[in-house]
């Protein structure tokens, strides 16, 4: 049985200060390392998709979320900006909505925006998409990847560029006049002021991967599955909760929540206890004969580590912030 588990959010910036559980730190001593793009890329290469002119993230996640994508869709999640200076920075966290507010944005967009072939569609409070009657010529970048940063140079791309460039003006004025806002602010939460487009592409499907088992709750992971017919189940809570319902053997790949950039300590000490104790454990005991960590931050550093691997004493322990770089 081969274990993975990714983790999103696992940034270099954010631990810089955080250190590793022993667990954690043996497993990453003894482990090979190998790096690639980010999460949502990393997850759609797991599967053969191949990029469009974006990585199509958002057909699937759009599947995964319940939602029947036909034709061209892109990822077009709620987010807060923040005026630094001279420039906008995207908030690091998304906006703390309900369901029943998120929906009143997303009716208002599509009155605004009908004419225009647009059609948003709000399948969580925090995750929206965009329906295209025509398919753009535009590359962007994954929301995981621009958060806390200026998004100036992270802003579409491509032949259309410019023109949704406008309509993304047009829409923030939208935003932030409307009345939602007021009780978000009045309540001390962050305003709606903008959407971050990304992922965008058609729902294209490769060969079907049925020895695979997925355990998520993330949309994109779970589209994925459904799509290429893999076994799917829902997040287990911890490692031992994983392996009392693995019942087969193979590939198993668990897709954790995305890690919070505001307190990396204690999500450090909680994935400690739950995951990588029990998953050392059960690489000792032969329970599983590989082990693969995926610490997913803007770049997805892969750590593999069989039983045998562990028996190689002579590598030293170095700072959890070294293996990221």
Not at 77 to 84: E, F, I, M, N, Q
Not at 200 to 214: D, F, H, K, N, V
Request: with cysteine; hydrophobic share 45%.
């Amino acid at each position: 049985m081969h274990c993975q588990l990714l983790l999103p959010g696992f940034a270099r910036g954010t631990l810089a200060a955080s250190a590793a559980g022993p667990a954690l730190g043996t497993l990453l001593r003894h482990a090979q390392r190998e790096f690639a793009g980010n999460a949502a890329d990393w997850l759609c290469r797991r599967f053969d998709v191949a990029p469009q002119q974006d990585i199509p993230a958002a057909p699937f996640a759009a599947l995964g979320d319940g939602l029947q994508p036909d034709g061209y869709w892109l990822c077009a999640d709620p987010v807060s900006l923040v005026l630094h200076r001279d420039s906008f920075a995207l908030a690091e966290c998304t906006p703390a909505l309900r369901m029943e507010q998120a929906q009143q944005f997303v009716d208002a967009l599509n009155r605004h925006f009908a004419a225009d072939g647009m059609c948003f569609h709000a399948a969580d409070a925090r995750r929206w998409y965009l329906d295209l009657a025509q398919r753009p010529d535009l590359r962007t970048h994954p929301l995981a990847q621009v958060m806390g940063r200026d998004i100036q140079p992270y802003l579409p791309q491509g032949g259309d560029g410019l023109k949704w460039h406008g309509l993304l003006n047009e829409l923030q004025m939208l935003l932030h006049a409307h009345p939602v806002n007021a009780d978000l602010e009045q309540g001390g939460e962050m305003p709606v002021n903008s959407v971050w487009l990304w992922g965008g592409g058609e729902l294209i499907a490769r060969a079907p991967q049925p020895e695979l088992s997925i355990w998520a709750d993330d949309a994109l992971a779970r589209g994925l599955a459904m799509v290429h017919q893999s076994r799917l189940a829902v997040l287990p809570s911890s490692a031992r909760d994983w392996l009392r319902q693995a019942h087969d053997a193979g590939e198993h790949l668990v897709v954790h929540p995305r890690l919070s950039s505001m307190e990396p300590q204690q999500a450090l000490e909680r994935l400690e206890k739950d995951w990588f104790a029990p998953l050392l454990d059960m690489l000792r005991k032969g329970h599983v004969a590989r082990l693969t960590l995926h610490l997913a931050g803007d770049t997805v550093y892969s750590f593999t580590v069989t039983r045998a691997d562990l028996w190689k004493f002579w590598r030293r322990a170095r700072p959890l912030e070294s293996y990221l770089g």
